[in-house]
């Protein structure tokens, strides 16, 4: 089992419209988790953080269910420039330890 | 503005070549940094973590011979790709951690080996 799975996509939405992705994470000791943003040929960006209570920025949700080992972010109102790649990234070795482990990404289109 | 630097963010080299990476860290220090590799379509894979005034931790698979790498100070790492082939071509991006805030990336090197 990989230890974060994506949904690869593509996920192709008009403008305006709501979308989710979903990731697992295999390591149920992790203990920080993340959305990063990776346009096409560049560096990942921090999106947002992901708390057990779940996090709002903007159009962007965030939800983590410790339980089930399962992220998820949610974007309302797709923009354009939304379009990019969505990476799920865990913090596997726990806390005080900054390793990350990132998974392949979900690839998002905004169409107009 | 940025909080890592990385250069150069293109090579283009013949095979045999050695290829050196800089990974910097502006304005702060930064005693861990990490060194990914993503090839098309794959996720970012750490190569190693490197150490302030320490030997680099490796993981398993990545050549230390191959892919030399030096923290000498705590804003600057370097990864040298030690005679490059084809195969190494890929994206390599460093990131470091600033405090206990989530790593920020630098803007990557696309190395490319003829």
Redesign the interface.
């Given at each position: 089992r990989k230890e974060?799975e994506q949904d690869p996509g593509p996920f192709n939405v008009p403008e305006g419209a709501t979308v989710a992705f979903n990731c697992t994470y295999s390591n149920s000791a992790s203990q920080?988790f993340?959305w990063y943003r990776q346009d096409c040929?560049?560096?990942?960006?921090?999106l947002m953080?992901v708390y057990s209570s779940g996090n709002e920025d903007g159009r962007f949700t965030a939800q983590l269910n410790r339980a089930s080992q399962y992220i998820s972010l949610l974007i309302r109102d797709s923009k354009l420039s939304d379009s990019a790649t969505y990476?799920c990234v865990v913090n596997l070795a726990g806390a005080g330890s900054?390793?990350?482990?990132?998974?392949?990404?979900t690839k998002l289109s905004v169409i107009p | 503005g940025a909080v890592v630097s990385?250069h150069p963010s293109r090579v283009i080299c013949k095979s045999g070549t050695s290829v050196k990476i800089e990974c910097r860290s502006l304005d702060f220090q930064a005693t861990?940094m990490?060194w990914y590799r993503q090839f098309p379509?794959?996720?970012?894979?750490?190569m190693a973590?490197s150490n302030e005034g320490s030997k680099a931790t490796y993981e398993q698979g990545v050549e230390k011979d191959k892919f030399l790498i030096n923290h000498a100070s705590l804003t600057l790492s370097t990864l040298t790709v030690t005679s490059a082939h084809p195969e190494d071509s890929s994206?390599y991006?460093c990131?470091a951690?600033r405090g206990n805030q989530?790593?920020?990336?630098?803007?990557?090197t696309?190395l490319s080996i003829l």
């Amino acid at each position: 089992r990989k230890e974060v799975e994506q949904d690869p996509g593509p996920f192709n939405v008009p403008e305006g419209a709501t979308v989710a992705f979903n990731c697992t994470y295999s390591n149920s000791a992790s203990q920080s988790f993340f959305w990063y943003r990776q346009d096409c040929r560049k560096e990942p960006k921090l999106l947002m953080s992901v708390y057990s209570s779940g996090n709002e920025d903007g159009r962007f949700t965030a939800q983590l269910n410790r339980a089930s080992q399962y992220i998820s972010l949610l974007i309302r109102d797709s923009k354009l420039s939304d379009s990019a790649t969505y990476l799920c990234v865990v913090n596997l070795a726990g806390a005080g330890s900054y390793q990350l482990t990132f998974g392949k990404g979900t690839k998002l289109s905004v169409i107009p | 503005g940025a909080v890592v630097s990385q250069h150069p963010s293109r090579v283009i080299c013949k095979s045999g070549t050695s290829v050196k990476i800089e990974c910097r860290s502006l304005d702060f220090q930064a005693t861990t940094m990490f060194w990914y590799r993503q090839f098309p379509k794959q996720s970012l894979m750490l190569m190693a973590t490197s150490n302030e005034g320490s030997k680099a931790t490796y993981e398993q698979g990545v050549e230390k011979d191959k892919f030399l790498i030096n923290h000498a100070s705590l804003t600057l790492s370097t990864l040298t790709v030690t005679s490059a082939h084809p195969e190494d071509s890929s994206f390599y991006i460093c990131s470091a951690n600033r405090g206990n805030q989530p790593q920020h990336f630098g803007d990557g090197t696309r190395l490319s080996i003829l």
